[in-house]
């Protein structure tokens, strides 16, 4: 009997105890002044001012190599042969490298547009541009240089899908006297060394990387095969070669580029003049300060 009495009395608190701690009422005012949980904030890391300098100026280049002014010709000539060919002799015979060269026609009949980028000194590249200017067949010659111009270039890089380590795989089947089962062996050499489904990832990562990449430049894929990919990117001549530079990791297999086209911007007609400068015109003698 006594056995019985304390288990009905164990179980009874139990049950009451159990009852007092799932009360919500009962628990929120036991826990209506309780402190809330501190959140773990992770704070920056900050650099003193000797750090941040030293970070600044390590990383910026300095380009202390002088490099000879880049120009830029436009020229307006006559549709007609030969034209070119005196253009380019009156450039070589200075020692000019002409580093683009684009010809093409105009909206206008028997008027085509060159335009010419070249690296020289300013006194002999403007000798150059009027012994240019000379010739019978060319109306004008435009310098660009320090104009404001929209300059654009055509990009096609053909880049390889089967990485680094398989980039020599291109070229082995171009080398001469290789039979042709020798060249089905290099083809699938990918295949060969690993298993399909991890040439697939290859692939598959391969491509993602270079369209991340291409997206960031505002290019786009023209052409895929199993083995490699076009890139199409019109931009300016710095931000192709930038773009260049980073696909050489992934394997540039082959690379054309246009050559540089441009035009120079207009000026806006409805701009509103400065406050300041309309009262400085409108100032008589008189009103200015002695001095």
């Avoid at 773990?40 to 910026?60: K, Q």
């Avoid at 929209?150 to 080398?175: C, M, N, T």
């Avoid at 120079?264 to 009103?287: G, Q």
Wanted: charged share 20%; glycine share 4%.
């Amino acid at each position: 009997m006594l056995a019985k009495r304390l288990s009905r009395t164990v179980n009874h608190f139990v049950r009451r105890k159990t009852t007092y701690v799932n009360n919500p009422i009962t628990y929120k005012a036991l826990h209506a002044n309780a402190p809330l949980p501190r959140c773990h904030i992770i704070e920056p890391p900050r650099a003193t001012v000797p750090e941040a300098v030293s970070n600044i100026i390590a990383s910026t280049p300095f380009n202390r190599i002088p490099r000879p002014q880049r120009h830029v010709f436009n020229c307006l000539v006559q549709n007609e042969p030969g034209v070119l060919s005196r253009l380019s002799g009156i450039l070589a015979a200075r020692g000019f490298n002409i580093d683009s060269l684009v010809v093409c026609a105009t909206e206008v009949e028997n008027l085509s547009r060159m335009t010419i980028a070249i690296r020289g000194n300013d006194e002999v590249v403007e000798q150059a541009r009027r012994q240019i200017e000379d010739i019978v067949s060319v109306w004008a010659v435009l310098d660009y240089t320090g104009t404001d111009i929209v300059e654009r270039e055509l990009l096609l890089a053909k880049v390889s899908l089967l990485g680094p380590d398989h980039f020599q795989q291109h070229f082995e089947r171009e080398i001469p006297g290789v039979t042709g089962e020798e060249t089905e062996q290099a083809s699938s050499s990918v295949d060969n060394s690993m298993s399909p489904t991890a040439a697939l990832q290859l692939r598959a990562n391969q491509l993602s990387a270079i369209n991340q990449v291409t997206h960031l430049f505002n290019g786009r894929v023209s052409d895929i095969s199993t083995e490699s990919l076009i890139i199409e990117l019109t931009a300016s001549p710095d931000r192709v070669d930038n773009f260049l530079s980073l696909l050489r990791p992934f394997g540039v297999l082959e690379a054309s580029r246009t050559g540089t086209t441009a035009m120079a911007r207009s000026p806006l007609s409805n701009v509103v003049p400065d406050k300041y400068t309309e009262d400085a015109d409108n100032d008589e003698v008189v009103d200015l300060p002695p001095g």
